[in-house]
């Protein structure tokens, strides 16, 4: 008999019949609350919460298959706690991610936005020797916080650039040093000599804030922030005075605190480059993404270990 399973509409569209094989799909769209039943995996977007009460209405669940690196969408303790397996989908993601950090990096150095809507304005007057002038990146310096895949993607695309690398992190990454040069560093040196400074740790109660109005003021004045991370790594109130202040250089950013929302002083924001959240959004990550999910799905209902499991 085919195993009753909830998986999200979005996803129709990249999967291959032959991953469903097995399989009694309910196709949950996003705007839909996650329905009670006999359902025995769910494989939500990241956009779909994940509790306590959800878990306790789907009694036969075995396996919460985000489709996403992040998990932060789901209670993992509350599932822990019901035997319920939890897994991600890291690593398919990490190089789409990191290419989109680099662009927002690029975007804000350059003034990337503000060129295109002066030509596309028909206000462009003509090549002047101070139009939009940037930053140049070769000899400066760029502070990750958080070099998981990610944040070492990021890092090891600065060589090329030729940026010194800083990073932050709980524990050190020493082939990573050795390849890109990088040198771990306190938060606040981070904060203080980095002029682009980009956030790859995940949303934990550690990181939540960890970019709020101290640690803004303590920013070398005009270095951009980039994040691809989570929105809630930023108190937005605070970038946006930042950036209306003129006290950092542009900020580059994929996620945000109330997604889809986002805080009307960040979008007025001068020098802010703002993306809908696509840091992993190319054709081959998201397939890649769906496949993982699906295989999650598959090996436990088969009693197989996960792929990816995000606790043991
Ligand atoms: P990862 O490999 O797990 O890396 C996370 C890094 O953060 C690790 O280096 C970890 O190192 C560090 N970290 C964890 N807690 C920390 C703390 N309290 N303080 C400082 N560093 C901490 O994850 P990843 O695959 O690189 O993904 C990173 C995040 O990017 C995900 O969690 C997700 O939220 C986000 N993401 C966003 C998009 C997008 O569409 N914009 C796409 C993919 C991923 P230590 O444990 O040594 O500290």
Request: include cysteine; glycine fraction near 8%; aromatic fraction near 4%.
């Amino acid at each position: 008999m085919a195993h009753p399973v909830l998986i999200a509409a979005e996803l129709q569209r990249l999967l291959a019949p032959e991953q469903l094989v097995g399989l009694d799909v309910t196709w949950l769209p996003t705007d839909q609350p996650t329905p009670a039943g006999d359902y025995v995996a769910l494989v939500p977007l990241l956009s779909r919460w994940v509790g306590g009460s959800e878990l306790k209405r789907l009694p036969k669940l075995k396996i919460v298959a985000n489709c996403a690196v992040g998990h932060d969408n789901v209670d993992v303790v509350a599932a822990e706690m019901r035997r319920v397996t939890v897994t991600n989908t890291p690593d398919v993601l990490t190089d789409a991610t990191a290419d989109l950090a680099w662009a927002l990096i690029l975007a804000c150095a350059r003034h990337v936005v503000p060129g295109t809507e002066l030509v596309k304005s028909g206000s462009w007057t003509g090549w002047h020797p101070e139009l939009l002038l940037g930053i140049e990146l070769r000899g400066r310096t760029l502070g990750l916080f958080g070099a998981g895949r990610i944040g070492q993607a990021v890092g090891r695309r600065a060589v090329p650039f030729g940026m010194r690398v800083l990073y932050t992190a709980r524990n050190p990454r020493p082939d990573f040093e050795r390849e890109s040069g990088a040198i771990r560093v306190e938060f606040s040196r981070l904060l203080k000599d980095s002029d682009v400074l980009s956030l790859h740790a995940p949303s934990v109660p550690e990181t939540k804030g960890i970019i709020n109005a101290d640690t803004l003021r303590q920013m070398k004045p005009g270095a951009l922030l980039i994040n691809t991370a989570r929105g809630d790594l930023i108190r937005e109130e605070a970038l946006a005075q930042a950036l209306e202040e003129g006290r950092l250089g542009g900020a580059g950013l994929d996620v945000y605190l109330e997604e889809p929302a986002v805080h009307a002083r960040l979008r007025a924001a001068p020098r802010a480059v703002l993306l809908p959240h696509i840091g992993s959004a190319t054709l081959e990550a998201r397939r890649q993404m769906a496949t993982i999910a699906l295989a999650n799905v598959q090996a436990v209902l088969k009693g197989d270990p996960p792929l990816t499991p995000v606790f043991g």
